[in-house]
C-alpha cells in the first residue's frame, strides 16, 4: 500500500510541474505567466549579477597579485633605503656638529710655541668612564707621552686631561677626572695656587689652597704656569663649593666643576 | 541542515552551469551541468527531489533564454522522474551505467526540447550538430565527478 501512494504522490508532483511547464509554454504572453516569469527572473538576475561581478573580480586576480608582490618588494626596498636614510641623517647630524665644534675651534688661540694635533675620541670604556678615553691620532702624528689634552668650549681651550700611553696611531687620554691625574692651578680672583686632582666622577677638587685664601663660588680655575705639562691660563673649571674647613689640615679645599664634561668631548686638541 | 546542503547545491550549480556555458564553452559545447545534476539528485535522492530541483534549475534556464519558456523546467522535471524510477531497475552507482544514462538522457533532452519548440512554436529548436554530439559525451566525463562530489559533499 505504502509503495501505491508514494508513486501516487511523485505523479501528481510531476503533474503538476508538467502542467506550469506546459502553461508557461502554452501562454507565455498571458500576465500570470509574464509575471511568473517575471517573479522568477526577479529570483535568478542577482546570482547572474553577482557571478558576472565575482568573475570580473576573479579576472582581475592575477593581476592585483601581481600588484600587490610589486608593491610588497617596493615597500621591503623603501624599507630598506628608509633604514639608510635615518642612518645617513644620524651621520649628517654628527658630522654637522662635529663640523660647528671644529669651525668653533679655528678661532682659537694656540698657547705660544706650541704646535697641536686634533683628535677624535674614539672608545670610552664604561667601566672608566671618567678616567681614560682613547683617540685616533698617535705616535705617527707626533704625538708625545705626557702632552697636554684640551678641547674648546665657547671658543676658549679647556684642559681635558694628558697622554697617558701611545701607540703608533692611538693614545690614551688619561682625564683630569682620574683620581690618579692633578694639575697645578691658580684661582682667577687672586692668585691663590692648589693642586687639582680628579676624585673618578664629574667633579674636581682642589686641595692645598692657603687656609686663610678667600674662595669665592664661581671663581675660574687656570693651569699654573709651574705645571709641567700644560700651558699657563688654560681653564680647568669653576669653583662649585667649598668643603667644609679640616681643623687638622694646614690647606683648605674646593670642589671643581670642570669646564667640558670629559665624559662628553668628542673631538681633542693635543699640543706638541 | 540536509535542507540547507541541498539548497546550497542547488544555487551553486545553477551558478556554475551559468559560469561554465558563459566563460568555458568551446565553441558553443559546454556540458550541461543542470541536466546532469538533475540526474544525480534523482540517482541518490529519487524522484521526488530531482523533479523539484529540476523544474526550478529549468525555470532558471527559461528565464536565461529568449525561447519557449517552460521547455526546460518541463524536460528537466521528467529527466528527474524518469531518472528517478530508473534507479529501481538500474544500478546507478558504477560509472558506465551512469555514463550511458547522461548520454542518453541528453540526447533525449534535446530532442524533446526541441520536439516542443516544433509543437509549440511551429520550428524545432535544433542545438547545432556540435553540441548535439559533444555535449552528451562531455555530460558523461562530467557525471561520475558529480556523482563523486555529491557522495563526498552532501551524503557524507
Known amino acids: ?56 573580480r576573479l579576472a582581475l586576480v592575477p593581476s592585483r597579485a601581481r600588484q600587490l608582490i610589486v608593491a610588497d618588494i617596493e615597500n621591503r626596498s623603501l624599507k ?28 682659537l688661540q694656540l698657547p705660544e710655541g706650541r704646535g697641536a694635533v686634533w683628535a677624535r675620541v674614539m672608545e670610552r670604556d664604561p667601566l672608566t668612564w671618567y678616567q681614560s678615553v682613547a683617540v685616533d691620532v698617535g705616535r705617527a702624528q707626533g704625538v708625545g707621552l705626557n702632552a697636554a689634552v684640551l678641547a674648546q668650549d665657547e671658543g676658549q681651550l679647556v684642559v681635558i686631561g694628558r697622554i697617558a700611553e701611545v701607540g703608533e696611531r692611538t693614545s690614551k687620554v688619561l682625564l683630569v677626572t682620574d683620581e690618579f691625574s692633578s694639575v697645578a692651578a691658580y684661582l682667577s680672583s687672586g692668585t691663590v695656587e ?27 680655575v687656570r693651569t699654573s704656569a709651574t705645571s709641567a705639562t700644560f700651558p699657563p691660563g688654560i681653564l680647568i673649571g669653576t669653583v662649585a663649593k667649598p668643603y667644609a674647613r679640616d681643623p687638622f689640615l694646614t690647606f683648605q679645599s674646593v670642589e671643581i666643576r670642570p669646564a667640558v664634561d670629559p665624559a662628553s668631548v668628542k673631538e681633542v686638541m693635543i699640543l706638541k | 541542515m540536509k535542507y540547507f546542503r541541498m539548497a546550497f547545491v542547488f544555487v551553486l550549480a545553477a ?46 534556464l527559461d528565464v536565461s533564454s529568449l525561447h519557449l519558456a517552460g521547455s526546460s523546467s518541463m524536460a528537466l522535471t521528467i529527466a528527474g522522474y524518469l531518472v528517478g524510477n530508473i534507479r529501481r531497475q538500474v544500478d546507478v552507482s558504477s560509472i558506465a551505467p551512469q555514463c550511458v544514462i547522461l548520454v542518453v538522457g541528453t540526447w533525449a533532452y534535446f530532442l524533446f526540447t526541441g520536439l516542443a519548440g516544433l509543437v509549440v512554436l511551429k520550428h524545432f529548436l535544433w542545438p547545432g550538430w556540435a553540441v548535439f554530439l559533444l555535449a552528451p559525451f562531455y555530460n558523461s566525463v562530467l557525471g561520475p565527478v558529480l556523482f563523486w562530489a555529491w557522495d563526498v559533499g552532501v551524503e557524507s
Request: glycine share 8%; aromatic share 10%; proline share 4%.
Open chain 1, 1 to 56: 500500500m505504502k509503495p501505491h501512494r508514494e508513486d501516487r504522490t511523485v505523479n501528481i508532483i510531476l503533474a503538476s510541474l508538467c502542467s506550469v511547464s506546459l502553461l508557461m509554454m502554452l501562454l507565455p504572453l498571458s500576465r500570470p505567466i509574464r509575471a511568473v516569469r517575471a517573479f522568477v527572473g526577479h529570483v535568478f538576475e542577482p546570482m547572474m549579477f553577482a557571478g558576472a561581478e565575482g568573475t570580473e
Open chain 1, 194 to 220: 692648589g693642586l687639582i686632582q680628579g676624585q673618578g666622577s664629574e667633579r674636581l677638587r682642589m686641595n692645598y689652597l692657603h687656609s686663610e685664601a678667600v674662595v669665592v663660588t664661581g671663581d675660574e
Open chain 1, 80 to 107: 630598506d633605503e628608509f633604514a639608510r636614510v635615518g642612518l645617513l641623517r644620524a651621520e649628517l647630524e654628527s658630522l654637522r656638529a662635529e663640523n660647528a665644534r671644529l669651525s668653533a675651534s679655528l678661532g
Open chain 2, 15 to 60: 551558478l556554475a552551469h551559468w559560469w561554465w556555458t558563459t566563460y568555458l564553452s568551446f565553441y558553443g559545447v559546454a556540458p550541461h551541468l543542470l541536466l546532469v545534476m538533475t540526474f544525480v539528485v534523482a540517482a541518490r535522492q529519487g524522484p521526488v527531489p530531482a523533479m523539484c530541483c529540476g523544474f526550478a534549475w529549468g525555470l532558471f
